[in-house]
């Protein structure tokens, strides 16, 4: 099929393929003192207690110099020091891999321990934004430039922090998206936006997009930001860029450098007509009821698609009248909340009413929000799931002995489910991000144009949604196609659909539902055979079996030209991903599959009605093998699919040498040796707990990459946590590391 059927809303903006993160919630050292630093964001911090809250007194405190500065640990309990005190400031880990930052601890005063403690529980993850909602399953992932603790909203009396963005390359991935109801295709159509932004700069606060990444994402709309001039404007595309901005009622210029709050509020009240509000600071100052003609007339204010939230972000920049400067924020965020209904004047108001993030906080729970990410904290939240996009190097090979070199490899989070068919394990597939590519098309016979025209397909597939089981495309890659068809899918009604482009404005589809009203998408293994031949000139015939009943299909059935029933072009096909959302009656609710294949064959032959029924018959994957390679009909391509996948994470990616003192006198900690460290830390993370002598040697901390970092992870904060104490009677001293990241 060709392209270009999507909205004429200008083109994607190109960027990395991005896509977040792993690990755990960093663990507090049970062996350490708890400190009275307030660190500001990623950085060193130090601290001295007395955990036994005696009245006893001392003058022995940690010193330390970090980047040319000296300062010393604060108390924090009773009869702890109160004088001659310089508090540590922080410093962040090297961004740039391979570089150090010395630091020089010393114990002075009567605080005389005859050794030091360099301990770590190996804690590594990926810093998020937390989703603090009643299903909190809508954490955000960290990218580039990204400052946490900051200042928080004025208008709060309880001290509440925010998340600074650069302007130019930081922003936040949520997690939540297809096939998540709210989330899944129409998207949302009745909801609300919540947000506090202070900014002097022009920029989005929140979009909504097809992809979840920040790269070129094939629909997008449902922005907030903040205009050249100030305003704030909110658009949605239901079928045209619709706007709505504050400066249809006041010319306030709110990037002023003050904190505001923005509320915006969407719902269908018609089957054509759709009501959208926009209050800041309390007031409504854009829409009304009315205000908005759905041209479609199906009750859906917004674009119709499943997709993902953008902190920070959104791709507003391209083919929207009024749009910001640029595609990123500048400035700080605070109290981001979506909410699946549309909040009333009441409930907008009573937000604007809070005077505490606590306050503000219960009134969301009490709203019900969908999502809500607060942003306190210092960026200490640790992410223990997959990073959408990153998965490791997987490849499925090509079985099929004819050549057998259409090798497939993993694009995205690819896993294993053990529970494959016919006694083999097969591919998990996400459902938003996880597919195959494959490597053999032009200029190979079968695949040069005009492409396969007499071919049968065969898949194993389990699935509880909806998605693409195999497609075929003039490109690879999931991005850029110009032609696609050949595509097997299941449709939200859990139908399995077959379908081919035949001649220019001609979609023609097969579908089980012909026969049977049976819901495939049951959790269950099915076995699904599609055969294709042209008959004549200008027929065809194109079959479907599913578990070796045939469901769809007839001889003459599908009426064809110039001997070709499907689209004259050369390609490549596509496991668990196609572009059949674009264009066809009948298109799954993603273009992704959401659920399990195993032991897809494409053959250069159409399979009989017995064929396909002894293939259906197999018990053992060894029988199935020997039945599609020659004993049954020979494949052109055959992927088993069951190979074990082991997620990669970006603590993989990373890792940190510690070395004590230089020179002949040094000794590496971590990794633990005589003498120097290597030039590169050995392993990903840290996991150690040495003892140092007092006084202390210069301690050098070296980051470095272990391993090639893939385009997904390219941004991500990743955090390894160590402290360094000391103790001597009542007091214990501390230098500590447990919030700095490191920028992949």
Not at 383 to 395: A, D, E, K, Q, W
Not at 466 to 494: C, E, H, K, M
Not at 570 to 575: R, S, T, V
Request: net charge negative; with cysteine.
């Amino acid at each position: 099929m060709n392209g270009g059927n999507g909205p004429a809303r200008g083109f994607p903006r190109a960027g990395l393929v991005l896509a977040p993160a792993i690990v755990a919630a960093l663990v507090a050292l049970a062996t350490l003192a708890a400190t009275s630093s307030g660190v500001v964001h990623a950085g060193f911090s130090a601290g001295v207690s007395n955990p036994r809250s005696t009245a006893s007194s001392g003058t022995g405190l940690l010193a330390d110099t970090i980047g040319g500065t000296t300062c010393t640990s604060s108390p924090n309990a009773p009869g702890g020091i109160t004088t001659n005190v310089t508090p540590c400031t922080t410093y962040p880990l090297p961004a740039a891999p391979g570089t150090s930052r010395v630091v020089t601890p010393s114990v002075t005063g009567s605080l005389s321990p005859t050794s030091a403690q360099l301990a770590t529980t190996n804690t590594c993850g990926v810093q998020q934004l937390v989703d603090t909602s009643a299903s909190g399953a809508d954490s955000a992932l960290v990218y580039n430039g990204v400052t946490y603790g900051q200042p928080g909203p004025t208008r709060y009396t309880d001290g509440p922090t925010a998340v600074g963005f650069d302007g130019t390359t930081g922003w936040a991935e949520t997690l939540d998206g297809p096939p998540t109801a709210f989330y899944s295709s129409p998207g949302p159509q009745t909801f609300s936006i919540a947000a506090w932004f202070k900014t002097t700069g022009s920029g989005p606060i929140i979009g909504f997009s097809s992809l979840q990444s920040n790269a070129a994402p094939a629909t997008w709309d449902r922005h907030l930001w903040i205009d050249p001039a100030g305003s704030v404007v909110f658009g949605l595309y239901p079928g045209y860029t619709f706007e709505l901005s504050s400066a249809s009622t006041t010319a306030t210029n709110y990037a002023d450098g003050a904190w505001h709050l923005a509320v915006v509020t969407v719902s269908p009240y018609t089957a054509t007509a759709g009501t959208v509000l926009l209050y800041v600071d309390g007031t409504l100052v854009a829409g009304g009821t009315g205000d908005e003609t759905l041209p479609n007339a199906d009750g859906n204010p917004a674009q119709v698609y499943g997709g993902w939230w953008h902190l920070g972000w959104s791709n507003v920049v391209n083919g929207w009248p009024d749009p910001p400067s640029s595609a990123y924020w500048p400035g700080s965020l605070a109290d981001v909340a979506v909410f699946p209904n549309a909040l009333t004047g009441a409930q907008s108001a009573a937000l604007w009413g809070q005077t505490t993030q606590a306050g503000f906080a219960s009134q969301v729970a009490a709203d019900a929000a969908q999502s809500y990410w607060p942003m306190q904290g210092n960026g200490a939240n640790l992410y223990t799931g997959s990073v959408p996009g990153l998965s490791s190097v997987t490849t499925y090979p090509d079985d099929s002995g004819n050549p057998g070199t259409n090798t497939g490899t993993a694009q995205g989070p690819m896993a294993t489910d053990a529970a494959g068919p016919i006694g083999d394990s097969a591919a998990a597939f996400n459902g938003s991000s996880a597919w195959i590519q494959t490597t053999t098309g032009p200029p190979t016979a079968f695949y040069a144009s005009p492409g396969p025209q007499t071919f049968s397909i065969a898949a194993w597939f389990k699935t509880t949604t909806s998605g693409t089981i195999i497609g075929f495309s003039d490109a690879q890659g999931n991005r850029g196609q110009t032609y696609w068809d050949r595509q097997l899918w299941v449709d939200p009604a859990g139908n399995v659909v077959f379908g081919l482009y035949p001649s220019p404005g001609v979609t023609f589809e097969i579908s089980s539902a012909a026969t049977t009203g049976a819901n495939y998408a049951d959790g269950a293994w099915h076995f699904v055979v599609v055969t294709v031949t042209p008959n004549n000139r200008t027929r065809g015939t194109v079959l479907m079996y599913i578990d070796g009943t045939q469901v769809a299909g007839s001889t003459k059935n599908e009426t064809i030209t110039n001997r070709h029933p499907a689209q004259v072009y050369g390609g490549w096909w596509h496991l668990g991903w196609s572009n059949v959302n674009h264009g066809w009656p009948d298109p799954p609710s993603s273009d992704y599959w959401g659920g399990s294949l195993g032991q897809v064959a494409v053959f250069p032959s159409v399979l009989s009605n017995a064929q396909q029924a002894t293939l259906a018959g197999e018990a053992t994957a060894a029988a199935y093998a020997t039945a599609v390679t020659g004993g049954v009909a020979t494949s052109n391509s055959f992927w088993p699919l069951d190979q074990q996948v082991t997620p990669a994470t970006p603590c993989d990616m990373v890792g940190v040498t510690v070395q004590s003192g230089t020179g002949v006198g040094a000794t590496c900690l971590v990794p633990a040796g005589a003498g120097a460290c290597p030039a590169a830390p050995a392993g990903p993370g840290i996991a150690v707990r040495a003892t140092v002598p007092v006084p202390l040697q210069p301690l050098t901390f070296t980051v470095d990459t272990v391993t090639t970092v893939p385009a997904p992870a390219v941004g991500l904060h990743v955090s390894v946590g160590w402290a360094l104490s000391a103790a001597f009677g009542a007091f214990s001293a501390e230098l500590d590391h447990a919030q700095g990241y490191v920028l992949l």
